[in-house]
């Protein structure tokens, strides 16, 4: 299948590798990304010569995002009507074989959420994770409020996703939110070495190994992406939504009225 924002492609015949290529918006993330990214995703995952799949993005951006310019027009009935993000972001949750994220420069909002919807992240020294929707007029609408907290604390969820402040590769591995943190230039290396590693294990065991901790980690986590998922639809009937957004594009400073 040809893909226009995606470059894919595998590895040692073992490994499947999906770049994500937007490079004009720092790969922020528009429907089409992630329609492409589930139909790539899940066809790895059918295909049986494919041990492990890795997500990536280019040296400046992971993911800068969701689409802010797809998103600034929407009203609540859009994304409660259309259930934007539920219906295509979640294909990723669907993927049995160990998925990870090589992540290198931004990786903010919806980035940062679908870095921590893999199952987990290698980081160069370069990148930077962050929840900055607050300075938008909308909070994390792709698990960002759950995932997040479980990964590094409440108290640094809760500084990010109210502050927007970001936080370093060092500090991301202190806090448990990437499992190792390499140089810029080792970054494909490293997780090509790790995903190697894992498609030398028995397959039917690393599935299970991926499901048994996913139930671990997640709990009740499906409530509570629900839930902020309603929340998130919700700004989108806020003035301030539509002021943060446009004021993004314009490149100017927003003025909230706080309604
Ligand atoms: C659309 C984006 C974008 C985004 C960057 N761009 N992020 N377009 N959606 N999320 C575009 C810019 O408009 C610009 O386009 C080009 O990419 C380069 O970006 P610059 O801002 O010029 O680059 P720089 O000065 O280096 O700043 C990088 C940056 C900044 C700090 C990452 O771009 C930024 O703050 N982006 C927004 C980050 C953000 O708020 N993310 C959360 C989005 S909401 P032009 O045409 O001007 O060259 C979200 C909701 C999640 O993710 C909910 C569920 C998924």
């Given amino acids: 299948m040809a893909y226009e924002t995606l470059q894919v492609r595998t590895e040692a ?29 899940k066809a790895f995952d059918a295909d049986d010569a494919i041990g492990c799949i890795v997500v990536t993005g280019s040296e400046k951006a992971f993911a800068a995002g969701a689409d802010i310019s797809a998103m600034a027009k929407y009203e609540f009935a859009d994304v409660y009507g259309r259930d934007f993000i539920s219906r295509n972001w979640e294909a990723i949750r669907s993927i049995r074989k160990p998925v990870i994220a090589a992540v290198s420069g931004f990786a903010l909002g919806g980035g940062c959420e679908l870095a921590m919807m893999c199952d987990f992240i290698i980081a160069a020294e370069n990148a930077k994770f962050g929840q900055p929707e607050i300075k938008i007029g909308i909070i994390p609408g792709a698990g960002g409020t759950q995932r997040l907290p479980r990964a590094v604390g409440k108290s640094k969820a809760m500084d990010m996703v109210l502050t927007s402040r970001m936080m370093d590769a060092q500090e991301a591995e202190r806090a448990g939110l990437v499992s190792r943190v390499v140089p810029l230039d080792k970054l494909m290396e490293e997780t090509l070495g790790a995903a190697l590693a894992i498609c030398q294990m028995p397959r039917l065991a690393a599935m299970a190994a991926k499901e048994s901790v996913n139930r671990a980690f997640e709990g009740a986590l499906s409530d509570g992406v629900q839930f902020e998922r309603r929340l998130f639809h919700a700004m989108f009937a806020t003035a301030d939504q539509k002021e943060g957004m446009d004021a993004f594009l314009a490149k100017r400073t927003p003025a909230f009225g706080h309604r």
Avoid at 18 to 35: E, F, G, I, Y
């Fill in 13 to 41: 015949g073992q490994v499947g590798i999906v770049t994500l290529h937007r490079p004009k918006q720092l790969n922020a993330l528009n429907d089409q990304l992630m329609d492409e990214l589930g139909a790539a995703l």
